[in-house]
């Protein structure tokens, strides 16, 4: 046992000052003082799956039967590639506050998850989602512009740098309006469908949803992403999601083509490929 042990005393012990080090750290700045967020950057971990703190867990879907749906199963065909990771969690305190109505709703959309979730069908992902799903993003700014590519469905934003009014309409990636404070920059994201997921597990909000987002560069290689999100028709109070995001360092790192609109056709609409409506 002190075998195993000391090693990985030795490792902490190693790793904590280089952490420590980045209350000192500051980063590479813009012409106007402001800190570079130009990269490609991505998050780990297992919040695509659900935002909250979860087991490892195999893929359930429902079963249609005679008289309508049955309970879910696991998707035994796809063995353990379709399974769930465990995960701590992003969500401060740990437990998103839906009202009871909400949380019901969640629990059918878990239910119904191969259905209704918007990224089977391709959708645009929406804010937060978009952080954290597992697939990078690249940054793009310069002292009065941001815009943010990502590479799930080809989804982009673009953050303005000056009060533009309230959103003209509904949309799935929302309307960005950006500030900075002190290093940190800071989004607020409004004018939402209702149509988006926070994760893979039927979290889901109105169309009244306010997102409020801090990039915070704390090293070379890493941003601090928080969140905050009201919403008060789904959510008791406003609540707030918090992680790492890494600067993507391999050579020639670079966003790929993830145009999935034609990898769900047959899903979507293959039925009427099937069987053409009569004219």
């Not at 949380?103 to 119904?112: D, G, W, Y």
Request: proline fraction near 8%; include cysteine; glycine fraction near 8%.
């Amino acid at each position: 046992m002190t075998r195993i042990l000391v090693p990985v005393f030795a490792l902490v012990a190693a790793v904590a000052p280089a952490l420590a080090q980045s209350d000192d750290f500051q980063p590479k700045r813009l012409a106007n003082g402001k800190p570079d967020l130009n990269g490609i950057w991505q998050a780990i971990g297992s919040a695509h799956y659900d935002v909250e703190r979860h087991m490892a867990k195999p893929s359930m879907m429902l079963r249609d039967g005679p008289h309508g749906p049955l309970p879910a199963v696991p998707v035994l065909a796809l063995g353990a590639v379709g399974s769930v990771p465990g995960g701590l969690g992003v969500v401060e305190g740990g437990r998103i506050p839906y009202t009871p109505e909400a949380a019901a709703k969640r629990e059918e959309n878990r239910a119904h998850w191969v259905e209704r979730d918007p990224e089977v069908k391709c959708y645009l992902p929406g804010v937060p989602r978009a952080t954290y799903m597992p697939f990078p993003f690249q940054i793009f700014h310069n002292d009065s512009s941001v815009f943010i590519a990502y590479e799930y469905a080809g989804a982009v934003r673009e953050i303005y740098m000056r009060d533009v009014g309230p959103a003209e309409t509904d949309s799935w990636m929302g309307q960005s309006v950006g500030r900075w404070e002190g290093d940190t920059l800071v989004v607020e994201v409004t004018g939402f469908t209702d149509q988006t997921w926070f994760d893979r597990s039927g979290t889901h909000h109105s169309n009244r949803l306010r997102v409020v987002e801090r990039y915070t560069v704390t090293s070379p290689y890493h941003m601090r992403y928080e969140a905050e999100i009201e919403d008060p028709e789904v959510f008791t109070r406003p609540w707030k999601i918090a992680l790492p995001l890494y600067r993507r360092m391999e050579k020639e790192a670079r966003i790929m083509d993830f145009k999935c609109v034609e990898f769900v056709e047959e899903l979507l609409f293959g039925e009427y490929r099937r069987k053409p409506l009569e004219r």
